[in-house]
């Protein structure tokens, strides 16, 4: 079993940065890799950003050089920094580990980027 606890969302103007941390404890030995995922509402939910163990990441193209995934190994960490927050970014956003097995999630939470 994984478990993730979610922290650092908010509300935040237009053009604003926020920082969502992500950490997990467990048995972590089993992840591959971590990302971030949100649902806005009335949509589905979709991926932000991820990061495998050997420290490749991917993005969404709609977050392409305004957000950063990063990991802390020490601290079994993901961050996620986001800059130049838009409207159409607020959402849930979801910490996700993916091990062979099955997915985990953390609870969410809450972004809201005010125009």
């Known amino acids: 079993q994984v478990q993730l606890v979610e922290s650092g969302g908010g509300l935040v103007q237009a053009g604003g940065s926020l920082r969502l941390s992500c950490a997990a404890s467990g048995s972590i030995f089993s992840i591959n890799a971590m990302g971030w995922y949100r649902q806005a509402l009335g949509k589905q939910r979709e991926l932000v950003a991820a990061?495998?163990?050997?420290?490749?990441?991917n993005y969404a193209d709609s977050v392409k050089g305004r957000f950063t995934i990063s990991r802390d190994n020490a601290k079994n960490t993901v961050y996620l920094q986001m800059n130049s927050l838009k409207p159409e970014d607020t959402a849930v956003y979801y910490c996700n580990a993916e091990s062979l097995s099955y997915d985990y999630w953390g609870q969410g939470t809450q972004v809201t980027v005010s125009s």
């Open positions: 990061i495998t163990s050997g420290g490749s990441t």
